[in-house]
């Protein structure tokens, strides 16, 4: 029994909050995991008031960010946060020891190695299906810093400035970053817990105080003369924190009436018609999302608290606080494609696979980035089945989409019954797709699979060897080949106007 209880205190950091734990009949590991997010945002406000960067130094900045941050892995996960600082360590010591040109290659194969062992030893050593605050969490948001930031280094110091995409140049990193600056980066109080993940250059610029400084040039006219003072972020900080316990409220109350494993209950499926099946499946894998919700947009609040994720101004001339945002809530239930959906959810993890696989990889990107995806989420086999399945169902609406769609665009009227239509029909692909994500195991997810007839993974096949889409290397060329001829086309429709006039 002792050590069973001393091995409950190292999974769980500080058993401080036990009676809390007790009363609300919740795990300690959540409750320690909710409590340092709300103290880390009562820190924010603290960190952005009194150490202000027009008030102290950014090497104060750097090690009171640090310091708060290890302190609340600490409590939250105990002596399994050392992993942060041990997978931290050793791919600063990789950027220092090998060369610019191929840092990234290793820093990414160490960094996701790393992550993906510790994975592994939590799922096989510890309870399997163990669906709590676990130390890997925010591991997964420290792989995805040290890789985009090994990345951007490469950008910055081993490639040349023709060669990079707009996006490389804003992001690329012409320097290397001190090992305070390292670790302030990875492990700040106001993203170690729940990220979410941010570009270094972002995250130099807000600790020294000038958050748009390397961005200035994507503006698309400069801010007005009277938005010049440092907007403040309170109401947006509200508005996100109302959200996000609105979501977790609607979480505990909804969660265990539409339970995922109905789904493949036998009663279930034998007893109940398929367009009931259809409906149960939305309901119950609508009821999961909320826990993002919360945890996501908290982490968000937290960020601007700080002031970090300042994104300039809309046109009405207030300000935006989404540089850093995870997700968007009403474009992810309204979403009516599969790309849509996937744009909104856990925006800055799509960005990360964007920038670090999409557009590097020279062959079948969108495969690949499916399965980087599945590695980093984890060891579970329903992981790659969800990312497996989304492969396919990403090509079958992208084959819909570019074959389909501009025969609805004639009429309002066409368009609104084909947004209607894919809105369901996406709707059912992402449930169809996650539910061996919630599942975890091979077993009830070919179970569920089974009892649909495996019907959206034929259906999908046959809709992207059926509908033709050019491959993306060509519509790239296409895309450029239509830039160059629009001046050309202009200045002969101008020449041509200018002849009927003399005429």
């Known amino acids: 029994m002792a050590d069973e209880d001393i091995r409950t205190t190292a999974c769980t950091g500080s058993s401080l909050l036990q009676p809390v734990s007790e009363i609300t009949n919740l795990p300690l590991d959540q409750v320690n995991f909710v409590v340092c997010q709300l103290c880390a945002l009562l820190s924010a406000f603290w960190f952005r008031l009194f150490l202000h960067p027009s008030k102290t130094s950014p090497f104060i900045r750097h090690v009171v960010a640090t310091v708060l941050g290890l302190y609340f892995a600490l409590f939250c996960f105990g002596w399994y946060a050392l992993h942060f600082l041990v997978q931290s360590g050793l791919t600063y010591g990789i950027m220092i020891l090998t060369g610019v040109e191929h840092m990234h290659k290793y820093c990414l194969l160490v960094a996701l190695s790393y992550l993906s062992l510790c994975q592994i030893t939590r799922v096989y050593v510890f309870d399997y299906g163990m669906y709590s605050a676990d130390f890997t969490g925010p591991m997964m948001v420290i792989t995805q810093k040290i890789t985009s930031l090994a990345f951007e280094i490469h950008d910055g110091m081993a490639r040349k400035e023709e060669h990079l995409t707009p996006g490389q140049k804003i992001l690329a990193i012409r320097r290397m970053p001190s090992l305070l600056e390292y670790f302030s980066y990875n492990c700040n109080f106001m993203g170690i817990l729940a990220g979410p993940t941010c570009s270094y250059n972002d995250y130099i610029a807000f600790i020294e105080g000038d958050p748009r400084r390397h961005r200035e040039h994507e503006d698309k006219k400069p801010y007005p003369k009277l938005r010049q003072d440092e907007p403040s972020p309170n109401t947006e900080v509200v508005r996100k924190v109302a959200t996000s316990f609105f979501c977790l409220l609607v979480f505990l109350s909804v969660c265990k009436v539409f339970p995922v494993e109905r789904n493949i209950d036998d009663d279930f499926i034998a007893n109940t018609p398929f367009y009931a099946q259809v409906v149960y499946l939305y309901l119950s894998m609508l009821t999961t ?8 947009t908290l982490a968000d609040a937290i960020n601007n608290a700080a002031g970090f994720g300042f994104n300039g101004y809309d046109d009405d001339g207030s300000p935006r606080w989404d540089m850093i945002s995870n997700l968007r809530i009403l ?15 856990n925006i800055q993890t799509a960005h990360w696979l964007k920038r670090v696989c999409y557009e590097r990889c020279p062959y079948h990107p ?8 599945a590695m980093w989420h984890g060891a579970y086999p329903g992981y790659y089945l969800t990312f497996l399945t989304g492969i396919v169902i990403t090509l079958a609406a992208r084959a819909v989409r570019h074959n389909v769609r501009p025969y609805f665009l004639q009429s309002s009227t066409h368009k609104l019954v084909y947004d209607v239509i894919t809105w369901a029909a996406t709707q059912i692909a992402i449930c169809y797709t996650v539910v061996p994500f919630v599942l975890l195991s091979v077993g009830p997810s070919i179970k569920f699979y089974r009892s649909w007839c495996f019907s959206l993974h034929i259906g999908c096949i046959l809709l992207a060897v059926a509908l033709p889409v050019k491959p993306r290397h060509l519509r790239l060329k296409d895309q450029q080949k239509n830039l160059l001829q629009e001046p050309a086309q202009v200045q002969d429709h101008l020449q041509a106007t200018g002849k009927e006039k003399t005429t």
């Open 366 to 373: 969108t495969a690949a980035t499916f399965i980087l995806s």
């Open 289 to 296: 999302r909320p826990k993002y919700y919360f945890v996501w």
């Open 331 to 345: 474009n992810i239930e309204l979403a009516t494609s599969f790309k849509v959906f996937l744009d909104n959810w």
